[in-house]
């Protein structure tokens, strides 16, 4: 059983190509997402000139804290890409979860994400379908999540993930999108402000 929405089923609920120079595959221009502000539709930029400009063009951070970050977070967890992303978004059984600090999340986000802060996700795991017990919690109904941050060089997810699972959460429910938000503005792919 896949763990989200086939890809194939995203293509067919995704919008058809439209004359667009940049599409999200060569089928694919743009999907739509829930979100607590409506339905948001994300594509592409489509100047194909446009570039990433101040804290996202930066390359080089200073490690720690900003050091490269595994493929993999933690044994038994998926690590995925953009179109596994778009999948997820758009399957009602996924929780999206944006893990980074409120500073950055509300500088923008991936439209269709919950934000579940890095330092508190191992203390509401009641958010992801645990249920809360007098020891903590117990996971035997947990949600599927895709866990983000800032990129390849972000270590909030990774750290959310870890203690998502020291304290109970089952690694095969959670994905690790890697490329976070550095790699989907660097597509050129929607994002948005929260309102809150």
């Known amino acids: 059983m896949p763990r989200f929405v086939a890809l194939s089923?995203?293509?067919?609920?995704?919008?058809?190509?439209?004359?667009?120079?940049?599409?999200?595959?060569?089928?694919?221009?743009?999907?739509?997402?829930?979100?607590d502000a409506g339905l948001v539709e994300i594509s592409r930029v489509q100047d194909t000139e446009n570039t990433l400009s101040g804290e996202w063009a930066r390359t080089s951070r200073p490690c720690?804290?900003?050091?490269?970050?595994?493929i993999s977070p933690a044994e038994g967890v998926t690590t995925i890409g953009e179109l596994?992303?778009?999948?997820?978004l758009q399957d009602p059984e996924v929780i999206v979860s944006d893990?980074?600090?409120?500073?950055?999340y509300l500088g923008g986000t991936i439209p269709g994400a919950i934000h579940l802060p890095y330092t508190e996700v191992a203390d509401r795991l009641d958010v992801l379908g645990c249920d809360v017990d007098?020891?903590?919690?117990?996971?035997?109904?947990?949600?599927?999540?895709?866990?983000?941050?800032?990129?390849?060089?972000?270590?909030?997810?990774p750290t959310a993930i870890r203690r998502m699972i020291a304290a109970g959460f089952p690694a095969d429910h959670i994905s690790y999108y890697r490329g976070g938000m550095q790699v989907w503005r660097m597509l050129g792919l929607t994002v948005i402000e929260p309102m809150n």
């Open 9 to 35: 089923a995203f293509l067919l609920s995704a919008t058809p190509v439209l004359a667009q120079d940049v599409n999200i595959t060569p089928n694919t221009a743009s999907f739509m997402v829930p979100t």
């Open 64 to 70: 720690p804290n900003f050091c490269i970050q595994p």
């Open 84 to 88: 596994e992303m778009i999948a997820a």
């Open 99 to 104: 893990s980074r600090v409120r500073a950055d």
């Open 134 to 157: 007098f020891d903590g919690f117990v996971c035997d109904n947990a949600a599927q999540v895709v866990l983000f941050c800032n990129g390849p060089w972000c270590g909030q997810s």
